[in-house]
């Protein structure tokens, strides 16, 4: 065993897989690495779990989760700027040229600058990875050797045998200069040929990719596709996502173009992940390389959002979307693992973070209405209209509402009942016509029909009533306020909507931009309003998440869905909700008591979902002692004045 030689140049891709190197042996050395694995997840999640559990105002999940994720990145992006300010210099202490002589007396090093001689005694361990051969001389100091510059046929674990057969020589035998100078080959024959990379190929380049797609091997050199195939897939993710969109919105449908800017941002979105991945990756991925990958990933997505979006129960449609994550980030995982010959956990981390910042911050902007839908259903266009118009009609609805307000009947009697009415959501007609009947309900059993104010979003009409938005609600219920005697008078508010644990009411019409209803919302309008005595019926999903604002012996609040249920029933098709058909069309007009027409409710409610098979929704209600008592008086003798 008499040695080799190598002539390599190194650069900043080597200086990056060394980094990775000795990263790793820091890390992953005894206590350290066990503690670092073990110890500090562990402490964080008791910590959490405190936080979550005791706190004076525990913390939202999501919150929490998104403060870590940022927290993370943070410290992330501290590291990267660490280590882009710690970057070798050109033809300094690393980068450029080099040549090793390694024989029985250790490893011989030429540079333009010097040479030196380091014996075997010096060398604390020989590893390597698929790319480079590392000789440690220290914990963190080594000679880098790149796998591409071995002499021809060797590769990089028969170096790593070679250069520890020569340690296990030193002292065995006696080498000259003369007899080192022959038993090892001259410099000039000992460059090695580098392997040329495959020329890009269309045709490679997609078999790579299906096989991939298909979880099958394939060459990670042949993601360094040519342009034509990366645009091929974007097109063709594009074109999924129109089709698939298509299906099941029925005949007559029309394309809207204005959702054509909603394409248009999340392409560029993923633009964005695919310069946040490519800037991240170590070693680095051709740019070319993470194109196609995020345009297969994006052709992927588009197919597993379509299959997530028809699962049944709230539940399981959360469950599927995460697990559609998780594969995707596996998908990707893949790919940049056969591309880099590297598991890129610091790149797939930080493109999480930016997908749950963007997702948070910005997706309620980026929403521009569904590619296709049926004209009818849309009152010929209205959702282009409702964007043509939507300054004027977000401009007008302060005097509208105050009309609306000041054209209700004076009070009446020791104490009146005032009405408003919320359906949340105009795309679909079920939340509109669930008001309308709840108004014509409690405006019949107990007086109100001319004390009440309907704020509606509805697609197929713009103009006839006042919008649902949180701004809205807060003018109406102000002006209501100023109107009723507060010591006396109740206010019964109905809202129908979709709904969400945090908990907020869903607030949409066509492409107004407008905020969702939260329950710090809701309970600082009923406050600031000055009205204490309430009734607010919710028929939502997640209802039940409202009852801790609104709780109080004043106030009966009534919820379609417990806090972790969801509801049913709030499909286009239908002019009532389950909710809406049980308690305000079949229960209420009949009950001698708000608190018996939610008994029977229930009662009809969990019997209809036991026999359609459906996860129990749960209605949950409070009811205060002191408006049930002053509730008792209407029921007794239905006002009709």
Known sequence: MNGFSVSTRLAPADWKAYQAAYTGRVQGRGWRGAALIVGFPAAFGIVVYLLMRFAHNPVEANSLFTGILVGYGALVVVGRLLRYWMRPLPNAAFLGEWHYEFSPLGVRVRRTNGESMTTWAAARDVTGTNDHVFIWTDAVAAFVVPARDLPPGMTGTAAQAELNGLRAQTGSTEYS???????????????????????????????????????????????????????????????????????????????????????????????????????????????????????????????????????????????????????????????????????????????????VIVRNTFSGYLESGPLWYVPENYASGSYARSMRD????????????????????????????????????????????????????IGDRYGAQQRTLLLVNDQRDLESQPLATVTGLKLALADIGRRMDRERDILTLVISSHGSEQPAISVSNGALPLNDLTGADLKQALDEAGIRWRVVIISACHAGAFIPFLADERS??????????????????????????????????????????????????????????????????????????????????????
């Open 177 to 355: 200069d003369k007899t080192l100078s022959a038993v090892v080959p001259s410099e000039a024959t000992l460059i090695s040929e580098r392997t040329p990379e495959p020329a890009r190929s269309l045709g490679r380049s997609m078999t790579a990719l299906l096989r991939w797609a298909t979880w099958r091997r394939f060459d990670g050199r042949a993601l360094d596709a040519p342009d034509f195939a990366i645009a091929l897939i974007g097109v063709l993710a594009v074109l999924l996502l129109v089709g698939l969109d298509r299906i099941g919105v029925g005949p007559n449908a029309a394309f809207n173009f204005f959702a054509a800017q909603g394409v248009a941002c999340k392409a560029l979105g993923i633009l964005g992940l695919s310069w946040l991945i490519w800037r991240t990756t170590d070693p680095q991925i051709s740019w070319r390389g993470v194109l196609f990958l995020t345009a297969g990933l994006a052709t992927i997505a588009v197919l597993g959002l379509w299959i997530v979006d028809r699962t049944g129960t709230r539940t399981a449609h959360i469950a599927a979307s995460w697990g559609l994550l998780a594969i995707l980030g596996m998908y990707m995982a893949r790919g940049l693992r056969a591309a880099t010959a590297r598991p890129q956990r610091r790149a797939l981390a930080l493109a999480l973070v930016a997908l």
């Open 556 to 641: 009966i609040v009534i919820a379609a869905a417990a806090a972790d249920r969801t509801s049913f029933g709030c499909s286009n098709d239908r002019d009532l909700t389950n909710f809406g058909e049980a308690f305000v069309r079949d229960s209420l007009p009949n009950s001698p008591s708000l608190r018996a027409a939610f008994e029977n409710a229930q009662t009809s409610i969990a019997a209809r979902e036991q026999a359609e098979k459906l996860t129990p929704s749960m209605p949950t209600a409070h009811f205060g002692s002191a408006i049930e008592a002053k509730l008792q008086g209407y029921d007794q003798s239905p006002l009709t004045h």
């Open 390 to 441: 939507a300054e004027r009609l977000l401009m007008t609805q302060a005097a509208r509402i105050d009309a609306a307000v000041a054209s209700m009947a004076p009070r009446s009697g020791d104490a009146s009942m005032f009405m408003v009415g919320f359906a949340g959501v105009g795309e679909q007609k079920v939340f509109a016509g669930e008001i309308a009947l709840a108004a014509k309900v």
